[in-house]
């Protein structure tokens, strides 16, 4: 069945240095990916997103690249800050059709001082 | 920036006694959401609304969960007889476009405890 799932539960990083957040994914027909971030006690905050056809994109201080020989996608953090501290999920839309996001179980970074 | 609105934060109930959980999706947006997730745990898929009917529904929406949009601005979630299962964060989700093009907006959720 599909399963989108993360290799590390928990990263800790120092404060000015860079991280890297990892997820596979198992449906090979997913099209859509999502980074979201969520802080304690709210919601998933939407960060960046891919499409299939596509392996790397960009945005402020977060990069996401999709491997999909692989099934892998990453999100990469630059000079991480100490609010970038907070839960991290992948989540995959699968087939144009389906509108269900399915997330990965979340890797916790912190960062320190 | 838009805001999806959950109410209550958290909210307390018996075993056994409905709750509604309620949300203001974004004004422009027209596809609607229920997640939940248990403490520690990752975010479940439970219900998408579309044009005043559901349109996708996981397993764990059974017969005891239902869904109303009953005033164009108000999108609701209904347990009908809680569990102890049933404790969870439950966020409401809302998107402008099917496909999420745009990504979801997520609300902060509400706290629900069942005792």
């Known amino acids: 069945g599909e399963s989108v799932g993360l290799h590390l539960p928990t990263l800790s990083v120092q404060e000015g240095d860079n991280s890297i957040i990892n997820c596979a994914y198992s449906?090979?027909?997913?099209?859509?990916f999502i980074w979201y971030k969520q802080e304690s006690g709210k919601g998933p905050q939407f960060i960046i997103d891919i499409r299939s056809n596509m392996d790397k994109r960009q945005g402020q201080r977060v990069t996401v690249l999709l491997n999909k020989t692989v099934k892998h996608l990453s999100l990469q953090i630059a000079a991480t800050q100490p609010g970038d501290s907070a839960v991290y999920f992948c989540?995959?839309?699968?087939?144009?059709?389906?509108?269900?996001?399915?997330f990965g179980t979340g890797t916790r970074l912190t960062i320190i001082p | 920036e838009p805001e999806v609105t959950q109410t209550p934060s958290h909210q307390v109930t018996q075993m056994g006694q409905e709750v509604i959980l309620r949300c203001v999706p974004i004004s422009n947006h027209l596809y609607f959401y229920w997640y939940r997730q248990i403490l520690g745990q990752k975010v479940e898929f439970l219900v998408s609304?579309?044009?005043?009917?559901?349109?996708?529904k996981s397993e764990i929406f059974d017969d005891q969960f239902s869904v109303e949009r009953p005033d164009g601005s108000n999108f609701t979630l209904k347990i009908r007889s809680t569990k102890l299962e049933d404790s969870a964060m439950y966020f409401c989700?809302?998107?402008?476009?099917?496909?999420?093009?745009?990504?979801?907006?997520f609300g902060s959720g509400t706290r629900l405890t069942v005792v």
């Open positions: 989700a809302s998107s402008r476009l099917r496909t999420g093009n745009y990504g979801y907006t």
């Open positions: 449906n090979s027909a997913s099209d859509y």
């Open positions: 609304f579309y044009n005043n009917e559901i349109s996708e």
């Open positions: 989540a995959e839309l699968g087939n144009f059709g389906n509108e269900k996001l399915t």
